[in-house]
């Protein structure tokens, strides 16, 4: 591997990353608004203060609609950079680096003062390129143990990313491993503000556990929950 051609690869990808389509698609759903500004109403009453500017933010103003071409896009602004880079290096790592760096820059913009999203859905676009088959199974997986097992929404949410590394390792693929890796680690540094507020409003009862996978659906902020009756 060629040190050069990597580090090249990863700023490729950071300044695709770094393409804003929440902000794009935020100008015409809800232009003018400031999509750092978050208020994400929990199960159990408690309000958690979502920082990012990502699909969700734009979901959670304009609907799932706008969230899912803004989730679309931003998938595709790693994926495809990625998908090049691995069919021009077949033999090279060079594509995990495209995609971790698309993470970076979607997560902390050079084009809009650092202040992104949080990473998950560049991760599966990156993903995607490599190993389509792993992210339906992982997410299934993750989404099943944080609802059955944990109960509990920020699990749901994120256990499928965790579990996309043990899968790396059983295809015994260095690049993927490396990748999902760095992947999770970029999307933790990114939450860590949601995260930490998240486990005290947990610890402090005002976070009500999830019992079924309508639960889960209708909960998460792109979902708008507050539109939605809040089962009693």
Known sequence: ?????????????????SISFARVVGRVVAPGEDLSKNEVEL??????????????????????????VTGVLDAG????????????WPDEPYH?????????GHNWPIYHGFKGGRGQTPFYGGLAAMDWVSIPTTTAAGSAIGIIALK?????YSLGMWLTI???????DPAQI?????????????????IKLYLALRKSGKVQSIGTFE???YAHPAMRRSEVETPA
């Open 215 to 217: 639960d889960f659906f």
């Open 1 to 17: 591997m060629n040190l050069l051609h990597a580090g090249s690869s990863f700023l490729v990808g950071y300044l695709l990353g």
């Open 43 to 68: 199960l159990g009453g408690g309000t958690l203060d979502y920082q990012g500017v990502s699909a969700t933010s734009v979901a959670m103003r304009g609907g799932p609609v706008p969230g899912i």
């Open 178 to 194: 490396g990748y999902t890796i760095a992947g999770n680690a970029l999307f933790t540094i990114a939450m860590i503000p949601e």
């Open 166 to 172: 043990p899968w790396a390792i059983l295809r015994r």
């Open 152 to 156: 509990d929404m920020l699990a749901a």
């Open 77 to 88: 602004k790693s994926f495809v950079p990625t998908m090049i880079a691995k069919r021009r």
């Open 96 to 104: 995990a680096f495209v995609a971790a760096g698309a993470i970076t």
